[in-house]
């Protein structure tokens, strides 16, 4: 079966980083995609990997490892506008979407 | 202002009763997906369409039906048959002419059956 396992919540401070992770077990890999998304409202792009590294994009940077089947998003200088859930989602062999559960990311003062 | 939109926001329905889910969009995207989002669960692909009057299965497409009449529209329809309705309803489109298949989602609309 095809499976992306991500913490289900985790707990920062404002100005800080956190790593959210992601890993996944998929029938073939053709991309990766961050999502955000606020209570109640649609997800949002963020982040786009296909190849191996590091994508760096403002507080927002993505790494993936293709032979470890392994992504993370690095959030830094935490604002009080990050709480949100991040859903890791990877695009199959088939060209579909599996989407992970979301991690909900709490932001403390 | 391109966009996706969905209406209504917030729906009820009585238990019985089918009940049409809008969304359109004027990206002049290719493909369309509704997808179902429940609490503290990813979110499920109920049908998509990558071409006019097209339309494939998800992975939950029991008790749901749609249309694809029109490139910018992609209705939903609940039925009674779907034994439990109430949901985060959202849909998304992607073009297929990119390097990415992005998919870009509208506002959503929350189903509550009474």
């Known amino acids: 079966g095809q499976n992306i396992d991500q913490p289900t919540e985790m707990t920062a401070t404002e100005g800080a980083i956190v790593q959210i992770n992601c890993t996944y077990q998929t029938s073939g890999f053709n991309g990766l995609f961050w999502y955000q998304q606020h209570a109640g409202e649609a997800p949002t792009f963020l982040s786009y990997?296909?190849l191996d590294g590091l994508e760096e994009k403002g507080r927002f940077s993505s790494f993936l490892s293709r032979s470890k089947g392994y992504s993370y998003l690095l959030l830094k200088e935490l604002q009080m506008k990050d709480s949100a859930s991040y859903l890791c989602a990877v695009i199959d062999s088939n060209y579909q979407l599996i989407w992970g559960a979301g991690t909900k990311l709490i932001i403390k003062p | 202002d391109g966009g996706i939109t969905q209406s209504p926001k917030y729906l009820f329905r009585k238990e019985g009763q089918n009940v049409t889910l809008s969304c359109e969009q004027n990206?002049?995207?290719?493909?369309m997906y509704w997808y179902r989002q429940d609490p503290g669960q990813g979110l499920r692909l109920i049908y998509y369409?990558?071409?006019?009057?097209?339309?494939q299965k998800g992975d939950i497409a029991e008790g749901y039906s749609v249309s694809r009449e029109k490139k910018e529209s992609f209705p939903l329809t609940v039925t009674s048959a779907q034994k439990n309705p109430t949901a985060f309803y959202l849909c998304?489109?992607?073009?297929?002419?990119?390097?990415?298949?992005?998919?870009?989602f509208g506002p959503g609309t929350r189903l509550t059956v009474l």
């Open positions: 990997n296909v």
């Open positions: 998304a489109s992607t073009t297929l002419a990119g390097d990415t298949d992005t998919q870009y």
């Open positions: 369409s990558q071409i006019v009057n097209d339309f």
């Open positions: 990206l002049n995207h290719d493909a």
